[in-house]
């Protein structure tokens, strides 16, 4: 039998691609939000299913029904970014849901995506516990996506739980170490011919801090908005050149620094508000696809 697995929380897809590239057959993914599902289904295929996860009971029995090697998923983390409020709430709950589903249906291995905060909260460490009880060894990892494959400086959290003893974990780190690149990967180096562009805006969180970027360098982390520059913005010092003289990145870009393919398709035209968070939520593909490789080492041995 091939390593098959659920994709949770699917989104638009980036995580389920990534792991597809790594050879690994996606039986089905889940979500709630329409847009998601209509990207995911547009771009990859039908078997994304709508499903509220917080339903346990109804979740458990579809990923039962389904029996994969592996359950996967990216919970929401609005709760635990640094650029949310940080106050544990309704969006925590789904890491906690996500945890029940992998405790209950007790699939050979699971790999939960996230940022780098997570790891401080109680609800992870209440997860974590869960999953060890139910008999999962346990590989935490950050990632830093410009050295897997991705121009991007994005830091993710991943969790690899695999079910008896340390061995599988053993394998999964060990490949994932091999997978790392020897250099970052710039935007210009990965979009080549792609982009004419040599510097671009990105919207920052405080106006303290750099927002223009050259190509020739990863990118800061793909956000869920895409704003214009401010016309009475006057730069930062660390700007790599003057705001007047750039645009921000399309959503097609944006796309493209989170490794999605050349040809995904887009719905909602440029800087849709919708569109613009399926990117910036998204896991990038080309980490997931070195993640997966991991997993397979891991699982086959």
Known sequence: MGLTAVDLFCGCGGLSAGLTDAGIQVEEAYDCWPQALDAYERNIGAHAVPLDLTDIASAVERVSGVGPVLLAGAPPCQDFSTAGKRVEAEQANLTTAFGQIVSRCRPPAFLMENVPQVR???????????????GY????????????????????????????????????????????SSNRLTVKQYMGDEIDIDYYYRHPRNYSRRSVFTVHEPSPTVRGVNRPVPPNYAGNRLDSAPPCQVRPLTTWERGRVQTFPRDWTWDG????ADTELLIGNAVPVQLAARVGAAIRDAIDG
């Open 137 to 180: 060894s346990l590989v935490e990892e950050v990632l830093d996506a410009s050295w897997f494959g991705v121009p991007q400086r994005r830091r993710r959290f991943f969790a690899f739980g695999y079910l008896g003893n340390g061995e599988g974990g053993m394998r999964f780190a060990e490949s994932l170490d091999r997978a790392k």
């Open 269 to 272: 035209g440029d800087r849709n």
């Open 120 to 134: 401080l909260s109680a609800t992870y460490q209440r997860m974590r516990g869960a999953v060890a009880d139910a």
